[in-house]
């Protein structure tokens, strides 16, 4: 049985990435390299007001003066960042009327990825907003939106149309000092999603933006930003993907995320850039700085993630519960093979009284890889009654991976309650065995466990994600498994 | 860029002072420590000062530790006071071996190392170097010579004497042996011993470390303990912190254990200004087993600060940790527990955990358990809770007639038990059961029977 088991896990290995085509279409890209020049001419490429182009610049003379981070539990190769094109955007003529204005190359790409882009599809009820590369394509339902106030659309064009929305919540959740990867983000950053929920009113769909990276030596930062305002709610998806290119691609990514008072927002994402092949060349290096802030009382902000792709990821979508009865969520499934490195977590901040926050990240390792759960719970002394509950477990597939655990836990007010757990272990050839004498294979006993390991999650998730985020976790991990 | 200058220059500051005083510094010790000492300083120029900048001293502020206008002498001092009068061991019913030592020296009457029955070697280190070379060669800077914090090549560089304790293979110690680190000087002083403990096979040990002042002025000790189990030995050490609150503690303990031996740590921090415990286990063979607890009282502006690295070398090896502190007024404190299981470390056991109370909202803990694992079949967890008593425990106890203040001092010294109970000395762990107590309620300031007024 244990070689039975042990060609299971190899075949594991033999998963391939299912999203690696690429799609000839005309490209609008500048050369490569990144100095002031090219921050202006993203700008005047995008035609923005001054304002933007004054804070594209100032994050980029910060940026100049920071250094890469380095206390990841990652092994980073050294990225040149002269050697990555800043701005890439399919060619468009003109400005679309309709659908069958877009290139029909591009809406292959979409319907090999399964993007309900086109109206027809409006039965599966999710407006969609899809960037590729740098570009936002298309934003469906937005008129349907509209009518109940709600805003959705790119972020250029909430530059262009509402200014003074974008003058007032960019930067204040991830201000482009933040980190290394915020600064050059806020430097350089193409395009992304904007999202405004009005007072009092309930998303009746669910909003999705669909993020792909296809020309070649291209670096994608987008960057989305959710604001709910007063008693409004709303359920926000991302997903990614990517061609396999044998050279790494950068992603640096921000998402901003405001919720006022007692507004709710729920931002799932499954990311699926591609991982690298199994030698581990190439590959998406996946630099995210994700933030929430709970404003206003009782309000709250929940992420959920599937983390399957990327060669390299680096990403703590984290929440400042700021009003008092604030609530923040942490669900995460992080799948790494062959190659792939991960060091992802969050962190939960509490500010107000009686917040409260839970965390459950599921960690699964095989191959050659590493994968670490890096959090941090911090109580500020006025947070009384905060409340939070970790648990970080870890599966480990195969002696050569690892499987790492590192919570920061900080207290400063005495009637706060932090609880951490962690487990580390690997499939109990028990279970193995229990599945096996019911008559269940044990390529579907390891399936069978793996999905009820990463079920608390995944039940999070809205049910067209949980559907394709449990299918990736079948293609990343179980390659002829499931 | 500020703290990176300043850095330098607290680094610059020692490496003068090792130009200037190496000579003093060897004359006063043994000619094997002496070898270790310039590539000692070539690390330490290498390494560096441990800065807030980096993951392992992330919440200790070092640098201001070791800015403190304080005395470095190598020389022999002249301690005008009879030890041996006003220092009387606060806990009376132990039968022990007592060493001293004073200012990071071992005080001398006239022997410097004593033969124990059943062939047990213990006294000054320094001695023992000499007289005793193939003993310590095999083991000194064996275990923390491979660190990669300065401050242990810090020690390296200057330590000139502390404590030997050798048991021979098969060789059970009867009494414990008790070391008293006393600080006493008339000006701020800086002291760094150094400590090497070997049992051999099937060999038992039982230490008692007790650390005190016995002047009211700035303190700062560096010290360095290692520890080596040979195969099936047996060792279990207690270590008792209790500085006044001027004083600044650094300690760091590289523990070695082969096949199937067994070592216990205990570390009880009642006092002290500023203590860092750096505890590194490496189980170097299997069916090593170890346990690694620790307890902290806190109060006023004392910071605290336990740090624990078990290396899980080999396969079905056994590791337990057990931290529990308890933060008053605006203490702070902060415990980081890293549990690294090698690539062949197959069948670990691991287990650690962390609890911490918190009376006041201006005293602050931070809790890093981390697990770094390498091999797939193992049983890894860990936990961490921060909260306060038990209100349901309290209202049980006050519907039973006690009163609040007494049913919290109930339940705190229930809390503290747990990682006293773990002391195998008997005597010992009822006294440290009273001294807890004691300082539980406030009672206890300094040790009962010294007649020195310190802090």
Redesign the interface.
Known sequence: MQNEQDQILNEVTTGEYKFGFYTDIEQDSIAKGLNEDVVRMISAKKKEPEFMLEFRLKAYRHWLTMKMPE?A?LKIPEIDYQDHIYYSAPVQRAKLNSLDEVDPELLETFNKLGIPLEEQKHLSGVAVDAVMDSISVKTTFREALAELGIIFCSFSEAVKEHPDLVKQYMGSVVPYTDNYFAALNSAVFSDGSFCFIPKGVRCPMELSTYFRINAANTGQFERTLIVAEDKSYVSYLEGCTAPMRDENQLHAAIVEIVAMESAEVKYATVQNWYPGNKEGKGGIYNFVTKRGICKGDNSKISWTQVETGSAITWKYPSCILKGHNTTGEFYSVAVTNNHQQADTGTKMIHIGKNSRSIIVSKGISAGVSNNSYRGQVK?L?GADNARNFSQCD?L???????????????????????????????IGEDQIFYCNQRGISTEDAIGLIINGYTKEVLNKLPMEFAVEAQKLLLISLEGSVG | MSTITENISLKEQFLDLYRSSSKEIAVNSAPLMNTHRDKAIIKLEKLGFPSRGGEEYRYADIESVFKQDMEKSFGNQKININIREIFHCDVPDIDTNLFLLVNGMFYNNGQMLKELPGGIIAGSLSQAAKDYPGLVEKHYDRYAGSSKDGLVALNTAFAQDGIFIYAPRGVKMEKPVQIVNIMISEAGLMAQHRNLFVAEEDAELNIVVCDHSLSAHRFLTNSVNEVFAGERAQINLTRIQNEHNGSSQITHSFNHQETGSNLATNIISLHGGFIRNNVYVKLNGEHAENHSMGLYLSDKGQYIDNFVFIDHASPNCFSNQLYKGVMDDYASGAFTGRILVRRDAQKTNAYQSNNNILLTDDARMHSRPQLEIYADDVKCSHGSTMGQIDENALFYLRSRGIDHREARLLLMFAYTHEVIQNIKVKALRERIDDLVNKRLRGELSRCNNCAMQCG
């Open positions: 206390w539990h109580v002394r870890s480990l597939l195969g002696d050569k991976c690892g499987a790492h655990t590192f919570p920061y836990i900080e207290s400063a007010n005495h009637s706060a309650i932090i609880e951490h757990e962690a487990t580390t272990s690997k």
